[in-house]
């Protein structure tokens, strides 16, 4: 290195500390006053508790009940604004704006000051003088920090990205909107944006609330009312996009997202996990974040059924077979009642209750019509005896002793988890499903609730299933109540008798009791632990991997929408639901009526280009319409391929013990010590269910960067480098099909592996 090179060098770097030096100043003042602002929330909550303090025993005055509710709401929001500034420590302050004061005039005119500069954080602080140190990210002050471009400078000359550890500055990265920049003023840097895409994943989303792109800040801030649909190709920025735009709703219109709710609705629990740290990492904790099998209060799915299970579940039909398992005959229920009442012996045939029954469930759910039940009983009773007072006989058969018994038997309440167990008897299964159903379809749902039953474990899309009898035949009454009437019929369903009403909300306690104590040895009474609660409403409903709902799942997410606005995120591409014309029926009946929008992004910032070429060749040959996203990145280093010699793995029923398995494992943990060398951050093995159990054992290389999972659980992750095995596998496996190869070939940002069997 010559010395004039090194005192370049040099000098650059003097330029880089001295900006650092700036920023630095502002951030400490900023921290200083984040500081004084917890100690007075602090200081304002101990006051909160002070007040209204009493100590008389025995009932309160209005007065001191006034003053206890006043303490409460002082604590409350003391005690959230201090929560808020507590989590906001690590990265507060993320941005800077240097802009053309007279070009924000709009007159022209120069001022006294010629440049403003506006500080960008992830929520606002100000000085003791009211003055911005920091303008929240959502607030309009800050949008030409995401709408600036070169084209279009919105009054800004430079836009810097800060880089902070703590409250400390470690580094800038600066993007210019003009040609020429005042002389005074410093450009470090290739750009933010570059340098955040290079940056190692770890096993958590990160947010990108420093680097949101113009078309992306377009979607964040679009109006609330309505649908508003995000599309694109993998890699897009479309699940991050979605979850700013729930933290700008919140800051938009608090009252009414925070109280009405937000729900993100995501494919499986690696993906919540995976998401869930971005929301309160912007300052917003009270959305409610679910997967698809965790919906439905006291019921929490994780398995998967087969490819065609899972088809005949989600299927708009099961919604025939579930209304005709709704209104079946309690197995092994009694099958008429005879009773000696008021002097006089009666009989209610099989006939007869089949009418009672069938009567009743046309106007009332199940469980909450157990008092017209009786009406009805008591009336078939009565019409058989002559001579007797109605009202004094109608007192004795209520109170009836043998009635009693015989209503709990012939008309229990019913947990809609066991009203679904009813279709593990084939009897009964296809009875409910004929004319509906095909017969190998009976089997398949015959054989995946038995197999619920045998383990215990209830899959993704029986939850769909539980929350639509749930809708049918009501929650289960503890104690008597006043019965409510067929007005809290489902809405979703094509029962014109019923006509169309709403659920009301009400919120249930999602978490069990856990420990020995609590659990239930008999896999059957596993899956009845808890009790199944009716669905909260929400004001706002964001749907991640949209393009994978059943028509089931759609109407589960519509009885939490009823009056709610929409944020909808998909890629048809990578879609592992069958029937697209279905679905997207049962998509717009869950919307309803209102205004729909919609933002596509095209531009693809997760994979390196060599990355994507890969993926894009594979679905052009299958899918030529597919989205194909532009990538913007290049690593230089092409995607390795690798074959196992056969026999393969796949030719056996217990991949393990196939011969040459031990070379696939070899093979594939050879590959991800190339890769753990290679990047920094996570590495993924992605291979068909299958093959999970017997490569487990590599998620131990690495320490904790090694995840090994199926192309369903990799849905809406990322990861540094992936390890894709055995593509044909994926393929056969899975209902996407091809499109679930896909998922799995676009999860790497830097490096790829393919093995093929």
């Known amino acids: 290195m010559t010395s004039s090179t090194h005192a370049e060098e040099r000098a650059a770097h003097d330029v880089v500390s001295a900006e650092l030096r700036v920023e630095q100043e502002h951030v400490d003042l900023v921290y200083a006053e984040l500081d004084n602002a917890s100690r007075r929330a602090t200081q304002v909550e101990r006051d909160g508790l002070a007040r209204g303090r009493t100590s008389r025993s025995g009932d309160l005055r209005d007065e001191e009940l006034t003053g206890l509710f006043e303490r409460d709401a002082l604590v409350y929001h003391a005690a959230r604004r201090r929560h808020s500034l507590d989590t906001q420590y690590e990265g507060l302050v993320f941005g800077r704006l240097d802009l053309d004061a007279s070009a924000l005039r709009h007159d022209g005119r120069d001022g006294e000051d010629h440049r403003e500069v506006r500080y960008i954080g992830r929520l606002g602080v100000r000085n003791a003088e009211y003055e911005p140190l920091v303008i929240d990210w959502r607030a309009p002050a800050a949008s030409p920090f995401y709408r600036a471009t070169p084209t279009d400078p919105h009054g800004v000359i430079r836009r810097r990205v800060l880089q902070c550890r703590g409250s400390r500055v470690v580094g800038v990265e600066d993007d210019l909107m003009v040609a020429e920049p005042p002389a005074d003023l410093v450009v470090v840097g290739d750009g933010a944006l570059l340098a955040a895409l290079t940056r190692s994943r770890g096993r958590q989303m990160r947010d990108i609330v420093a680097t949101i792109q113009q078309h992306q800040d377009e979607a964040i801030r679009a109006p609330a009312q309505g649908v508003t649909e995000i599309t694109g190709g993998p890699g897009t920025g479309k699940t991050v996009v979605a979850l700013h735009r729930a933290a700008y709703l919140l800051y938009a219109d608090r009252r009414r997202y925070e109280t009405g709710g937000i729900l993100v609705v995501g494919p499986s629990a690696s ?8 929301l309160p990492s912007l300052g917003e904790d009270t959305v409610t974040l679910r997967s698809l099998g965790d919906l439905v209060d006291a019921v929490t799915a994780t398995r998967t059924d087969p490819p065609e299970a899972a088809a005949v579940k989600g299927s708009a039909r099961m919604r025939r077979v579930l209304s005709r ?5 309690v197995p092994d229920g009694p099958s008429d009642l005879r009773v000696f009442v008021a002097g006089h012996a009666v009989r209610v045939d099989a006939t007869t209750l089949d009418a009672i029954r069938a009567r009743v ?19 078939a009773a009565y019409r058989q005896v002559d001579g007797v007072d109605r009202a004094s006989f109608r007192r004795a058969f209520d109170t009836h002793d043998t009635v009693r018994t015989f209503l709990e038997e012939w008309w229990p309440q019913l947990d809609p988890r066991t009203v679904l167990l009813w279709l593990g008897d084939e009897d009964v299964a296809t009875r409910v499903a004929a004319g509906v159903l095909t017969a190998s379809e009976v089997r398949e749902l015959v054989d ?6 045998a383990t215990g474990q209830w ?19 503890e104690q008597p109540r006043e019965e409510r009437g067929f007005y809290e019929i489902e809405t979703l369903d094509d029962l014109d008798a019923f006509g169309v009403t709403e659920l009301h909300p009400s919120l249930t306690a999602r978490e069990l009791p856990t420990g020995p104590e609590h659990t239930a040895a008999d896999p059957r009474d596993r899956l ?8 909260a409403s929400y004001a706002h409903v964001l749907v991640d991997e949209a393009q994978d709902l059943s028509p089931m799942q759609w109407r589960m997410l519509g009885r939490r929408g009823r009056s709610a606005s929409w944020t909808v995120v998909g890629d048809a591409a990578q879609s592992s639901w069958p029937d697209a014309v279905e679905a997207l029926s049962a998509r717009e009946e869950a919307f309803g009526p209102a205004e729909r929008r919609s933002f596509h992004m095209t531009t693809n910032y997760r994979n390196a280009r060599e990355v994507f070429d890969y993926a894009a060749e594979v679905i052009r040959a299958h899918v030529p319409d597919a989205d194909i996203p532009l990538a913007v990145r290049e690593t230089g280093v092409p995607v390795r391929v690798r074959s196992v010699p056969v026999p393969t793995a796949r030719q056996y029923d217990d991949p393990a013990s196939a011969p040459r398995w031990s070379t696939v494992v070899a093979i594939v943990a050879e590959s991800v010590d190339d890769l753990l060398d290679e990047v920094e951050g996570s590495i993924a093995v992605i291979c068909p269910a299958e093959h999970v159990p017997p490569l487990l054992q590599l998620s131990s290389l690495g320490g904790d960067r090694v995840t090994v999972l199926d192309p369903l659980s990799a849905k809406g992750l990322e990861f540094d480098a992936t390890v894709v095995v055995d593509p044909a596998g994926v393929v056969s496996a899975t209902a996407g099909g091809v499109r679930s190869l896909y998922v799995a070939l676009t999860r790497a940002a830097h490096r790829m592996t393919v093995v093929t069997l």
């Open 271 to 278: 993906y919540t996990a995976y998401i869930e740290r971005v």
């Open 325 to 329: 398992l709704a209104r079946e005959a």
């Open 361 to 379: 469930l046309r106007q009332h759910q199940r469980n909450l019509a157990t008092g017209t039940v009786l009406e009805e009983l008591a009336e």
């Open 448 to 453: 995946s609730v038995r197999t619920a039953a």
């Open 459 to 477: 899959s993704v899309a029986d939850v769909a299933l539980i929350d639509d009898l749930t809708a049918r035949i009501g929650q289960v009454v």
């Open 528 to 535: 009845l632990l808890g009790s199944v609660g009716r669905p």
